[in-house]
C-alpha cells in the first residue's frame, strides 16, 4: 500500500477553493491597476467640464450624472482595493458632503506615482513612510502650523488665520459674517462644479435656503436636514424657488384646503375605523344585528372625529391611508386631512411645528398639538402641492421647489443643491477658504517638494512624488476643458514661484491662460479640503500596506436570474 505525501505550503492549512496572491506582482500591482481603472472613471467627470456617466444599476436604473458619490454608490465595485477607495469617497460625503471626486483621482494619483517608484526598486516601507510624512506635512501646511520657507512648526501664538509677519498663509479669506455675501463665496465655486452655467441661479437659492433657517444665536448648529429639496417635473431650470416651510408634493384629501393658526395633530396610523391586532368572528343572526354593527362603527368613528375637532385642532397629518368615512366625517367638522406616506418626512413635519407624532387615532392632548401659521393647497407648475408655512422670522424649515425638464436632470440638480448646503455647513464651523481652481494644490505641491529636498533618506522620493500627484487636480480641470495641461501647470508653477499663490487654471480661456482664484471668487473650504486630503492618503497608505491576499471560496447559493439579451434592446 502506497504512502500519501502530505502536500506543503499554505494551501494545506485552508480548505479548498481559498486563493492566495502575494508579492509586488501578485498583491500591490493588481491592487493599484484596479484603483486606476476605477480612478479612470472619476478622473473625466472632475470640475465644471467634467462629462457625464451613464450608469445603470442592478435594479435596472438609469443615472446620468457626474457625481462621484452617486457613480461609486451605484456601480457595486466588488474588488477589495477598489472598495477601499469607494469607502474612503463615502466617509467624505458622510463628513463633509462634497469634494468626494477629489478623494478618488488623488488617491488613484498617488497609487499611480507610487507604481512607479516600487518598479524603480524601492521598497514599499520607504514610499508609505514618505507618503505618510508628506501628507501630514500637507496637513499642516493647510493649518497654517508650519514656515512655508523653512518647514519648521509656527509658535502657536502664529498659527492663527491672521496672516503672520513673513509667513505666507494658505488660506485666502475667512468667513467671519454669516450674510448672503459671504457665504455665496463658498457656494458658488462647488455648485458651478456640478452644474456649470446655472451656478449663479442656484447658489442664490441655497443661500436664501439656508440663511432662513440659519439660527441667528449659533450659527455653528445649522442642520442639512432643515433645507428640503422638493423635485417637480416640468417648467424650466429658472422656476426653481424657495418656499418657506416645507412643500409636499400632494393636495388635501378633503375640501378643506386652506387653515391658518391652525393646531395640527400628526397621526402615524391611518385615519379610518380601528382593526383589531388579532383574528376575531362575529356571528350575526338578523338583518337589524347587520345595520346596528355598522352603525355602531360608524359611530364610534364620528366620536372619534368630534373629540379630535374639540380639541381645536384644525389640520390632521396621516400617515397612512385616509378612509371615505373618516375623510366625510373630517369635511363635516372643518378639518383638512393631509395624507404623508413617508416615516421621514412625519418625523421631520413633527419637528417644524413641534408635534407629537401618534400612533393611534384619538383626541390629542396639549403636549401632542402642533402649531402652524399657515397651511395651504397651492399650485407649483402644473402640479398640486401642500405648503406648511411658519410666518415668523426663524422657520425651522425652508424647502428648494426644483423643476426641470426630466427626471435625471432634476436628480442631478438636487445633487448639486446637496453639496451647496453641505458647504455651508462646513463654512459655517470652519470659515476659513483657501484658493480654488488648482491653486491650492499646486502650491502644496511647490512647497512640498521643497521640503522633499531638504529631507534626507530614500523617504525623500516619496515625498517629491506626493507632491507631483497634487498636480493631477489642475491637470484633469485643464484637459476636461480642451487646454494644454502641460503649458498650464508650466504657467501655473511660473506664477507660484513669483509669489501669485492664488494663481490657478483658466478654464474659460482660450490660450491655456491662468487667473487669480481670489480675484476671480474661486474658493473651496479649507475643512473640506483638509478632510479630503487626509482621507484620500490614508485609503492609499491601507492599498500600499497590504502584501497578500488571501480570498475564500465564494459562499453557494440561488445565482440571480439571468438577463436574456441587451438591456437596450427592444422585447
Not at 232 to 240: A, E, K, N, P, R
Request: hydrophobic share 40%.
Amino acid at each position: 500500500m502506497a504512502m500519501k505525501v502530505p502536500q506543503m505550503g499554505l494551501q494545506t492549512l485552508l480548505k479548498d477553493g481559498y486563493k492566495n496572491m502575494q508579492g509586488l506582482e501578485e498583491a500591490v500591482f493588481r491592487n493599484i491597476a484596479a484603483t486606476k481603472d476605477l480612478q479612470r472613471i472619476t478622473k473625466t467627470s472632475y470640475g465644471p467640464n467634467g462629462r457625464n456617466k451613464m450608469v445603470i444599476n442592478h435594479l435596472e436604473k438609469l443615472f446620468v450624472t457626474s457625481d462621484a458619490a452617486t457613480i461609486m454608490k451605484e456601480l457595486e465595485v466588488v474588488h477589495p482595493a477598489g472598495k477601499l477607495l469607494v469607502m474612503a469617497s463615502q466617509q467624505q460625503e458622510q463628513e463633509m458632503g462634497d469634494n468626494t471626486n477629489f478623494v478618488i483621482v488623488f488617491a488613484g494619483e498617488l497609487l499611480q506615482q507610487a507604481e512607479y517608484l516600487l518598479r524603480m526598486g524601492l521598497v514599499p516601507a520607504d514610499v508609505i513612510q514618505g507618503y505618510d510624512i508628506a501628507g501630514k506635512k500637507a496637513l499642516e501646511f493647510l493649518n497654517a502650523k508650519l514656515d512655508p520657507v523653512t518647514g519648521e512648526a509656527l509658535p502657536s501664538s502664529q498659527r492663527s488665520w491672521v496672516i503672520p509677519t513673513g509667513v505666507a498663509q494658505l488660506s485666502v479669506h475667512k468667513i467671519t459674517q454669516i450674510t448672503a455675501t459671504e457665504l455665496t463665496k463658498a457656494v458658488k465655486p462647488a455648485i458651478a462644479s456640478k452644474q456649470y452655467g446655472y451656478e449663479d441661479l442656484l447658489t442664490n437659492v441655497v443661500v436664501e435656503a439656508s440663511l432662513q433657517v440659519m439660527p441667528t444665536s449659533n450659527p455653528s448648529g445649522f442642520n442639512v436636514d432643515s433645507v428640503r429639496v422638493v423635485k417637480i417635473l416640468g417648467g424650466s431650470v429658472l422656476d426653481t424657488k424657495v418656499v418657506k416651510g416645507m412643500v409636499f408634493g400632494r393636495e388635501a384629501e378633503g375640501v378643506v384646503t386652506k387653515a391658518t393658526k391652525a393646531q395640527v395633530a400628526i397621526y402615524s396610523c391611518a385615519l379610518d375605523i380601528q382593526t383589531t391586532e388579532t383574528k376575531g368572528t362575529v356571528l350575526i343572526k338578523s338583518a337589524e344585528e347587520m345595520v346596528n354593527f355598522s352603525k355602531g362603527e360608524e359611530s364610534n368613528l364620528e366620536k372619534v372625529i368630534k373629540d379630535i375637532a374639540d380639541s381645536g385642532v384644525k389640520v390632521v397629518v396621516a400617515g397612512s391611508g385616509v378612509g371615505e368615512l373618516a375623510l366625510h366625517f373630517a369635511n363635516r367638522c372643518g378639518i383638512m386631512v393631509v395624507k404623508i406616506l413617508s416615516k421621514f418626512d412625519l418625523r421631520r413635519l413633527s419637528r417644524v411645528i413641534g408635534a407629537t407624532v401618534m400612533t393611534r387615532l384619538g383626541a390629542p392632548t396639549k403636549e401632542e398639538v402642533g402649531y402652524c401659521d399657515v397651511v395651504e393647497t397651492t399650485e407649483i407648475g402644473s402640479d398640486r402641492c401642500t405648503v406648511f408655512r411658519q410666518e415668523g422670522d426663524m422657520s425651522k424649515t425652508a424647502t428648494i421647489v426644483i423643476r426641470g425638464g426630466t427626471s435625471n436632470m432634476l436628480d442631478d440638480l438636487e445633487r448639486a443643491v446637496d453639496d451647496g448646503v453641505n458647504v455651508v455647513k462646513a463654512v459655517v464651523k470652519d470659515g476659513r477658504l483657501v484658493a480654488g481652481a488648482g491653486a491650492i494644490e499646486v502650491e502644496l505641491a511647490k512647497r512640498l517638494s521643497a521640503f522633499g529636498e531638504k529631507t534626507p533618506g530614500l523617504n525623500q522620493y516619496a515625498i517629491k512624488k506626493f507632491a507631483e500627484s497634487l498636480e493631477v487636480v489642475p491637470r484633469t480641470l485643464a484637459e476636461n476643458a480642451g487646454m494644454d495641461s502641460t503649458e498650464v501647470l508650466s504657467k501655473l508653477y511660473a506664477a507660484h514661484q513669483q509669489g501669485k499663490e492664488s494663481a490657478g487654471v483658466d478654464i474659460e480661456s482660450e490660450d491655456n491662460g491662468i487667473l487669480d482664484a481670489k480675484d476671480a471668487q474661486i474658493f473651496d473650504s479649507l475643512g473640506v479640503k483638509y478632510w479630503a486630503l487626509k482621507l484620500a492618503t490614508n485609503a492609499a497608505l491601507t492599498v500600499l500596506s497590504v502584501d497578500q491576499i488571501i480570498m475564500s471560496k465564494p459562499a453557494g447559493g440561488p445565482k440571480p436570474k439571468e438577463q436574456k439579451g441587451n438591456w437596450d434592446e427592444d422585447d
